[in-house]
């Protein structure tokens, strides 16, 4: 079940999106921003809970394993881990509407700035949080989580 290379991969993989939706966020593409933040967020938590030896669901939303398993995550995420989560089921609520839409609803339209920031937001906090998870745990990712704002 535990491939520390698959966890570092993944969690190298969620900061790489993070230079997209960069590029994503300054063409105010904000459906599309909000949309690959989900897919970051749930490539950096799945990373995070692997290289603690919790496999991970085959659900877009880990949150609830998050919380359940919040002791065999390393302390720099434990102390989040409530964060974690509510970024984890946010993104989760948006995923595919940012990027389907609805009859009545055109993600081009529906999605502002303010929705696109919060979710860029979160994914760094949370892609920050894991890699640093990682780093603490003898993993590759470094860095620091950026903190509660």
Sequence with gaps: MHNGDLAEDYVRRAGVRLTA??????????????RECQEAVELALKGLLRA??????????????????RDRLPPSARRHVDRLARISRELRRDRELAFYGAEDLVPSS?????DARRALDGAEFVVATASAALAERGGRPGGEPAGDR
């Design 21 to 34: 939706i960069n590029v994503l966020h300054q063409a105010k593409s904000w459906a599309d921003v909000v």
């Design 52 to 69: 603690c030896h919790v496999a991970p669901p085959r659900l877009h939303d880990v949150s609830d394993v998050l919380l359940r398993e």
């Design 110 to 114: 529906f999605y502002k700035e303010e």
